[in-house]
């Protein structure tokens, strides 16, 4: 039996429905979401534009700024100083790649930790360890909200997150901890991959390497969250699990796309009206 499809559009246009009555809620006072762009890529364009779509059928008014591409980390983060300042800004979000010569942690710190609709800054990050805060990461809290639509008990489930790093894999592993799941983190460093992912629960691939994770390699029923976003030969785009075959085996999975993309949209909505006062 093919595995059920976790439908990430349908789970983020209900919450922005969600997001746009918590809008309401908030009267006249402004919602604005500002993103920095430092030159144009045009991947980045496209993604900009999903978000102000979403935005907008929220409540959210989104503002873009680009930077000229030979701008200076000096200058970007004079950019972001100017935007913490603004009492009509609620969020900022600096798009990346940024070019070489800046480093996206002194960015990402520059901005007002109130203001970090993203969740990145060290201060949100950190706060990750105690309970869940008011701004989590966004991908990492749209792969949490996938798991927990399927209504698994995920306390005591085995859950290998594959990928560490520090804007997805960790904050995964840290909010699927605040669960009581058992959790393995799964690296460039480990040893033999099937030999974990093939007893859990629950997988949450995070990579960037298409086809890393078979059908093979997971338990039957498994819940497999599928992060990893990348651009196959064709054009098309593809995860990092093998879908064909991952589907004759998992219970649970997300496609790509249209899974954890569109829930980590609607997740730096709501950050955006948390971070405006809105109670969602
Ligand atoms: P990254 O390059 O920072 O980290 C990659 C991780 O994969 C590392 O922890 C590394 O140890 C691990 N890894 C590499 N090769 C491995 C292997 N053979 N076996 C096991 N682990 C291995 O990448 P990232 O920024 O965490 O992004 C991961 C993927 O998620 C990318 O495809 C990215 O495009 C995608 N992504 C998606 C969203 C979304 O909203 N859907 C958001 C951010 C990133």
């Not at 399927?150 to 520090?166: F, I, K, N, Q």
Request: one cysteine or more.
């Amino acid at each position: 039996m093919p595995a059920q499809l976790l439908d990430g559009r349908q789970i983020a246009k209900r919450m922005r429905e969600r997001l746009a009555e918590a809008r309401q809620t908030l009267g006249d006072r402004p919602v604005r979401l500002v993103s920095l762009e430092v030159g144009q890529n045009p991947a980045a364009d496209v993604y900009v534009r999903n978000q102000q779509r979403a935005a907008a059928e929220v409540g959210i008014a989104m503002e873009v700024e680009n930077l000229p591409v030979a701008s200076t980390e000096a200058q970007l983060v004079e950019a972001i100083s100017a935007l913490n300042r603004r009492a009509d800004v609620s969020g900022i979000i600096v798009q990346r790649p940024l070019p070489h010569g800046i480093d996206p942690r002194q960015v990402q710190m520059a901005i007002d930790p109130h203001k970090d609709v993203e969740g990145m800054h060290p201060a949100n990050m950190g706060s990750i360890l105690y309970r869940e805060p008011l701004l989590p990461p966004c991908t990492a809290a749209a792969a949490q909200q996938l798991i927990v639509a399927t209504g698994m008990d995920l306390r005591g489930a085995e859950t290998v997150v594959v990928g560490h790093s520090e804007i997805v894999g960790k904050p995964i592993a840290v909010l699927l901890l605040h669960h009581l799941s058992t959790v393995t983190v799964c690296h460039i460093g480990t040893r033999n991959l099937a030999d974990h992912t093939r007893r859990a629960d629950i997988v949450v691939v995070a990579v960037g390497k298409p086809g890393l994770v078979h059908g093979d390699m997971l338990k039957p029923g498994a819940c497999v969250i599928d992060v990893g976003i990348n651009q196959g030969p064709d054009g098309k785009i593809v995860g990092d699990v093998d879908f064909a075959s991952a589907n004759e085996v998992a219970g649970f999975l997300t496609p790509v796309p249209g899974g954890v993309g569109p829930v980590t949209v609607a997740m730096l909505l709501r950050n955006t009206l948390r971070a405006a006062g809105a109670s969602v």
